[in-house]
C-alpha cells in the first residue's frame, strides 16, 4: 500500500540554526500538507500546499517557515532560525484532489525534531 | 511543574470485547469526519471516514456514527484485540481538502 515516507526520522538541531524536514508524498496525491504534534498534545496544522502554492497556513506558520516542492517527488518545510518551542513532531500528509469531494489525508510517521 | 497536555482520556477494555470511543467535534459547518489512529512513535493512520449527509458507516470491525444535532461522533470497534491498543484521534474539515481540526484524542488499553 502507497504511504507518505519522512526522513529523517530523528533532527537535533542548536537553537537558531535552519532545518530541513523532507516527505515523500504518495505518488498519485495533489494535495500536501504539514502538521505537527507538541508532546502530549494533539496534531495541530501548520500550511497546507496545492499547484505549488501555500492554500492555507495557520498561525504557527510564521515567517521562519517555508514550504517547497523543489522536484516532482519531494516536499520540504524548512525552518530558518529554530526556537526552543519548535521540538516537536513534524507530520506529512497528502491526500488526492478530487473536485470538492473530501478525501482522507494520509500521514507519515513523522520528523522528531529536538532544539538544544 | 504542571504537565498540561499530558494527560488524555483512557478507556481500558477487555480483549474479545466491543470499545467505543466519542469525540465531540468544534465546527457546525464541518461536512467530513475521520478517525485516526496513533500508535507510539508513528503517525496519525486513517482509520474510516464519514460525510456529513451520512450518520452511520461501517468498515472492518469498525463503525463510525456522526450525530450532527448535538456534534457528537463516535468509534465502536468489535471484538477488541491487544493491537488496538493506541491513541485515537477524530478530526473534521470541510469543503474539499482543507485542513484537518484534530480533537485530543482517546488512549485505547486492550487489556489480555
Known amino acids: 500500500e502507497p504511504e507518505v515516507t519522512q526522513t529523517p526520522s530523528h533532527q537535533v538541531t542548536q537553537m537558531g540554526q535552519e532545518v530541513i524536514l523532507r516527505c515523500v508524498p504518495i505518488s498519485n496525491h495533489l494535495y500536501f500538507y504539514w502538521y505537527r504534534q507538541i508532546l502530549g498534545q494533539k496534531v495541530e496544522f501548520l500550511v497546507s500546499f496545492y499547484n505549488n502554492e501555500i492554500s492555507e497556513k495557520s498561525e504557527i506558520f510564521d515567517d521562519q517557515f517555508s514550504v517547497e516542492r523543489p522536484d516532482g517527488s519531494n516536499f520540504t518545510l524548512k525552518i530558518r532560525s529554530t526556537k526552543l518551542e519548535d521540538s516537536a513532531m513534524y507530520f506529512c500528509?497528502?491526500?488526492?484532489?478530487?473536485?470538492?469531494?473530501?478525501?482522507?489525508?494520509?500521514f507519515g510517521d513523522g520528523t522528531r525534531l529536538s532544539i538544544l | 511543574g504542571e504537565s498540561v497536555g499530558l494527560h488524555l482520556p483512557t478507556l481500558s477494555v477487555q480483549e474479545g470485547d466491543n470499545s467505543i470511543i466519542n469525540c465531540a467535534y468544534s465546527n457546525s459547518a464541518s461536512d467530513y469526519f475521520i478517525w485516526y489512529k496513533q500508535e507510539s512513535g508513528k503517525g496519525p493512520q486513517f482509520i474510516i471516514d464519514i460525510r456529513s449527509n451520512m450518520d452511520k458507516r461501517q468498515g472492518q470491525r469498525v463503525t463510525v456514527l456522526l450525530n450532527k444535532t448535538v456534534k457528537h461522533l463516535s468509534l465502536q470497534i468489535a471484538a477488541t484485540q491487544p493491537g488496538d491498543s493506541a491513541v485515537y484521534f477524530c478530526a473534521e474539515n470541510f469543503s474539499g481538502n482543507t485542513p484537518l481540526v484534530f480533537g485530543k484524542g482517546t488512549r485505547l488499553s486492550v487489556i489480555a
Open positions: 500528509a497528502s491526500s488526492e484532489a478530487r473536485g470538492w469531494s473530501n478525501q482522507p489525508q494520509h
